[in-house]
């Protein structure tokens, strides 16, 4: 199943920070393979994140550098199942 060609631009941005970023840093190629898409179909996601301030770069990888932000989501998900 490709989950990003089944949500729209805003939401595949919060999945890859929901399954991807939470507890490790990867690069564009790694996100991608964890999503199972190509690196160029989470181009544009990646970018808006970077964009908005939720995701940073540094030596080619891409993390969360919000430790609140991290938690919150990660507790959303223990507590309700879901990310969004």
């Known amino acids: 199943m490709n989950l990003i060609k089944e949500v729209d631009g805003q939401s595949s941005a919060v999945l890859i920070l929901s399954t991807t970023l939470l507890d490790e840093s990867l690069n564009k190629s790694?996100?991608?393979k964890k999503l199972n898409v190509s690196s160029g179909a989470i181009g544009r996601?990646?970018?808006r994140?970077?964009?908005d301030g939720f995701i940073?770069?540094?030596n080619n990888k891409?993390?969360?550098p919000n430790f609140v932000f991290k938690a919150c989501l990660k507790n959303e998900y223990r507590t309700r199942g879901i990310f969004i």
């Open 56 to 58: 940073e770069m540094e």
């Open 62 to 64: 891409y993390y969360m």
């Open 49 to 51: 994140l970077l964009d």
């Open 45 to 47: 996601s990646l970018n």
């Open 30 to 32: 790694g996100i991608a």
